[in-house]
């Protein structure tokens, strides 16, 4: 049995063991905050910084931090068995009152669909993750296979890390990005995808069809704001990508050559494998044709093994070779041909390489494209301006007339390459997008990019514009299967509540109508959480955009059309984060029949996947849940009530009603009033937080900003989360909501929706976990950044006064005396860090002092380096940062 607090005390005691090596006062500082023994930190400090040991200082507490991350990972998990957890839902639902048919039915059309993002609150290197698996490895064995080895190469790897520096010393790129993604992806990730197919396959006792994990990625086709991402760049990862899965089969060919070593004199072949064989011998090489005539799987084995080797010779070179797999269902075919001609005993190797290739196609990671409406907007101006068909002032027109000089642009066909000399290198680059998308599709795997995702959609010009890009780049010809999912991206506040307004719209339209005809009456629809929480606080964000997805599921069944949501989530609360299965119970009835496509960002990405039992554990948690949900969304009907199911889930609590929506509108008006209405609210911001710092540090590829700018708008939601978190008064995941709540003047109403309304619980417990991160104490020590008093006085009063008021009214709902109480698990995770983190504060505020009083460069480029460290520790203390 797991034993966390041996756990804690051995890594505790191997940090210690390390640091008496390395330095005596590092070892005195790090004890005396481990114990809490905060009475003589600023001579400390001091002592600290004259001895130039802050960045030792700062490793250690670092380091720690990293090890608690580990050992915290392997308690979450409830069960060394994660996988089983999905053998017991369906049991469960069955138990319910689910026919077992209806119940595999949904088990084989359901869809989990994480999209791994770019985003920069991974703060650690590629040389920390490795370390963190390896470690995560070590203590697997220590502690439940009782090796006691593996303690020297912890040692080991807790020394080199000592001599590593925590930040990157070069900006990261988006082929970096990439290649931490893709380590990720072949350490952990295929593995544990193929070990949930095979058990969905044994729950439904016959093969997978399709996968119901489908792995995305926008690493190279998020462009939105970042100048990095060009169309040679998506192009490269395309071919990355399309590369790295070509091998993974080549070398399983190869294994199950080795394998398959079965003589025909033993195992009779049906006519169907014999004749595949003979028609392609000529590309078995004549000592293969000698040895394998009697050994057929081994000889068809070779001849995959050259299909797929001709495949990455046709992609990266002029020579074409006609012997190649066109697409992976051939792979697939040939595949299940093998398998039909063996034993059941002889297959396992065989159905694992088809499962693989199930979950890989030739493309690994289904590429998403995401840009900015804005930019299309510009091209299509200058295209329609040199067309005639209107001037340059496009943009400004009011919306219905864009509608009507798009639908007469619509009705005919353009010559884009006529056109390309007379325009702009860059809208020559736009036109190019939908090129290379092409290309891909024509030469690596049809479904290699499907969504296409428009930032900032306020209108329905803006998804028609698109239209009549990918029409002129015959991405879609009117009558046949599109190839692109035109999806848009709904943000702010307001825009989630014009959604169903721009799609009712959209469906009227006589082109978009037929799109959506040629989509099989499919719209994919991305809500954004964390820039909506952004514009309008927490509260208001989760209320608003239960409210939009809700119309539309209703405007769905309204129109025929299918509506399929994509969630933009990060891992902090503010930007949607929180337990995913009871996001998913609490969302809107039918909002996910059977299909969860979601942002995996960050640092939750390493947090989730990068251990093997971890990545087991959420994909099989996920999968549950998703099959739970989307029973479900599919049969709890009134016609079935009487039937002996848990109807809990199925009779949602109607949070459609005047109370509810007063406690969003106040904690709107009072978040509104604080972030957008205060006079010089963006100076306090800047000098309260280490944004400036954050903005120089070498996190992502992409700018902090869309925009030069000096609007909150243009800020992207990542530093703003990020910034907030690291001075630890972490306001985007709270203000308002104690304003929202005091605004119901009953509170046992308030006590009422908790137990009844799994919105309202879900949305209070997740702000709950954050709030216990807040530190106003550590917080208030920023203001001394803050010059003008006035400005200063004023906002924190309205920090404090809130955070008081949230906490009663938070306490009060959860009927608890301390926060969290009745979730001691999560408390005492949560404070554990407390003193590492609160060490690296200090002496972040003691270095931005020491900086901002700095006279020469050297001198501030050391103290740079020092707070940038001290960055990425507070980020591994906290987690889920951004």
């Excluded at 697409?327 to 190797?349: F, H, R, V, Y």
């Excluded at 969003?664 to 008006?669: D, G, I, L, P």
């Excluded at 955070?803 to 009060?812: D, S, V």
Aim: hydrophobic share 40%; glycine share 4%; aromatic share 10%.
């Amino acid at each position: 049995m797991l034993d966390f607090q041996k756990e804690k005390q051995f890594v505790s005691d191997l940090m210690l063991d390390i640091l008496k090596q390395k330095d005596p006062l590092v070892t005195k500082f790090f004890q005396a905050f481990m114990k809490q023994d905060n009475s003589s930190t600023p001579a400390m400090l001091t002592e600290i910084m004259q001895n130039h040991k802050t960045l030792d200082l700062i490793k250690a507490f670092s380091l720690y931090n990293i090890l608690l991350n580990i050992i915290e990972e392997r308690f979450n998990i409830k069960t060394t068995k994660p996988l089983e957890k999905i053998t017991q839902t369906y049991n469960d639902l069955i138990h319910q009152g689910f026919d077992s048919k209806d119940i595999q039915e949904v088990i084989q059309n359901m869809e989990f669909y994480p999209v791994f993002t770019a985003h920069p609150t991974e703060s650690r290197r590629r040389t920390f993750l490795e370390a963190h698996y390896a470690i995560d490895q070590d203590l697997y064995k220590i502690f439940e296979l009782h090796d006691k080895e593996p303690i020297n190469h912890i040692k080991y790897r807790l020394n080199l890390l000592w001599q590593t520096h925590l930040v990157r010393s070069e900006k990261l790129e988006v082929l970096f990005e990439l290649d931490n993604l893709l380590y990720i992806i072949e350490t952990t990730i295929i593995q544990s995808a193929q070990k949930v197919l095979e058990v969905l396959e044994n729950t439904l006792e016959k093969s997978l069809e399709k996968s119901p994990i489908q792995l995305g990625s926008w690493i190279g086709g998020d462009r939105d704001g970042n100048p990095f991402v060009s169309n040679e760049l998506m192009m490269q990862v395309m071919k990355t990508q399309h590369q790295l899965i070509i091998n993974l089969y080549i070398k399983k060919t190869k294994q199950l050559i080795r394998e398959l070593s079965i003589s025909q004199d033993f195992c009779e072949i049906s006519n169907s494998l014999q004749e595949s064989i003979i028609s392609q011998k000529q590309h078995l090489s004549t000592i293969s044709n000698k040895l394998h005539s009697k050994e057929p799987f081994r000889a068809k084995l070779f001849l995959m093994k050259q299909k797929l080797k001709n495949r990455l010779t046709n992609i990266n070179t002029n020579w074409k070779d006609d012997f190649v797999y066109k697409n992976s269902k051939e792979l697939i075919d040939d595949i299940n041909l093998l398998i039909a001609n063996l034993p059941k005993e002889c297959t396992q190797g065989l159905k694992e390489f088809r499962r693989l290739v199930l979950l890989g196609d030739f493309y690994l990671l289904k590429l998403d494209f995401r840009e900015h409406k804005s930019v299309f907007i510009e091209a299509i101006s200058e295209i329609f301006c040199l067309m005639g068909i209107c001037d340059n002032h496009f943009p400004t027109f009011e919306e219905s007339k864009k509608i009507k000089i798009l639908n007469i642009a619509l009705n005919s066909q353009t010559s884009l390459p006529e056109l390309l000399p007379s325009l702009s290198q860059n809208t020559q680059n736009i036109i190019d997008i939908f090129l290379t998308i092409k290309w891909g599709k024509e030469n690596l795997s049809e479904n290699f990019l499907h969504s296409f995702i428009l930032s900032m959609t306020t209108d329905a010009s803006d998804l028609l514009i698109i239209l009549w890009f990918i029409k002129q780049t015959k991405l879609w010809n009117p009558g046949h299967k599109a190839q692109i999912a035109i999806t848009p991206l709904f943000e702010t506040i307001n825009d989630l509540k014009q959604a169903s307004n721009i799609m009712q719209t959209l469906h009227q339209n006589p082109h978009y109508s037929t799109y959506l005809l040629d989509c099989n009456y499919t719209q994919e629809i991305m809500v954004g959480y964390s820039d909506s929480s952004k514009d309008g606080g927490i509260f208001a964000s989760n209320y608003n955009l239960y409210n939009a997805i809700s119309n539309l599921i209703t405007l769905g069944e309204k129109l025929q059309t299918h509506f399929h949501l994509f969630h933009g989530k990060g891992g902090s609360v503010s930007r949607g984060g929180g337990t995913l299965e009871s996001a998913l119970l609490a969302a809107p009835p039918k909002s996910v029949n059977g299909l969860l496509k979601v942002t995996e960002q960050g640092e939750m990405i390493s947090s989730k996947y990068l251990s093997p039992i971890s990545a087991n554990f959420n994909f099989a948690n996920t999968l549950s849940a998703l099959m739970k949900k989307s029973c479900f969304d599919a049969f709890c009907t009134h016609a079935i009530t009487h039937n002996k199911l848990d109807m809990q889930f199925c009779q949602q609590s109607n949070i459609h009603n005047k109370q509810m929506q007063k406690i969003s509108e106040n904690s709107y008006q009072k978040y509104r009033e604080l972030i957008y209405e205060t006079k010089g609210f963006i100076d306090y911001f800047k000098a309260s937080t280490p944004i400036d710092f954050i903005q120089q540090l070498n996190l992502g590829s992409r700018p902090s900003k869309r925009k030069e700018s000096t609007k909150i708008e243009d800020l992207r939601a990542i530093p703003w989360v990020f910034a907030w978190t690291q001075n630890r008064s972490i306001i985007p995941a709270w203000y308002g909501l104690g304003s929202g709540l005091e605004s119901i003047k009953d509170t046992s109403v308030l006590r009422q929706y908790y137990l009844e309304s799994d919105f309202f619980k879900a949305t209070i417990d997740n702000i709950s976990q954050a709030f216990l991160k807040v530190d106003l104490e550590i917080a208030k020590l920023y203001n001394q950044f803050v010059e003008d008093d006035t400005l200063k006085n004023k906002i924190w009063n309205s920090i404090e006064k809130e955070y008081k008021k949230t906490m009663e009214y938070i306490l009060l709902i959860r009927d608890e005396n301390v926060l969290l109480d009745s979730q001691q698990e999560i408390r005492e995770s949560i404070f554990m860090r407390k003193p590492s983190v609160t060490a690296l504060n200090l002496l972040q505020i003691e270095l931005i002092a020491r900086y901002k009083k700095s006279s020469y460069d050297k001198q501030k480029l050391r103290l740079m380096e020092e707070i940038h460290s001290t960055i990425v520790g507070i980020a591994q203390g906290l987690r889920n940062t951004g």
